[in-house]
């Protein structure tokens, strides 16, 4: 899948927060956070996050649901999406 674009400095957060390069999950089909990536998404809103975040689905719901700090993130996010 291919990325959404972000700012130099916004990727290189990503990437020291989650030890891994975004886009290069993202263009690999992987997910940031497991090794065992759904990528079947429920709808385009997570499909949409995925291309921002690299999260998947599975990693989506449980991280969403257990974590309400991520959607603080998800706001900061939030601008740049179109
Ligand atoms: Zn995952």
Redesign the pocket.
């Known amino acids: 899948m291919e990325p959404t674009e972000k700012s130099q400095m916004l990727d290189n957060f990503i990437t020291e927060v989650t030890g891994v390069d975004r886009k290069a999950t993202i263009r690999g089909n992987a ?8 990528l079947k998404f429920r709808d385009e809103l997570s499909k949409k996050e995925y291309r921002i975040s690299g ?6 719901d449980q991280v969403f649901k257990e974590n309400e700090d991520i959607r603080d993130i998800q706001k900061l996010y939030a601008p740049a999406i179109d």
């Not at 999260?55 to 989506?60: A, E, F, L």
């Open positions: 997910c940031v956070f497991c090794t065992t990536p759904n999260i998947c689905q599975n990693c989506q």
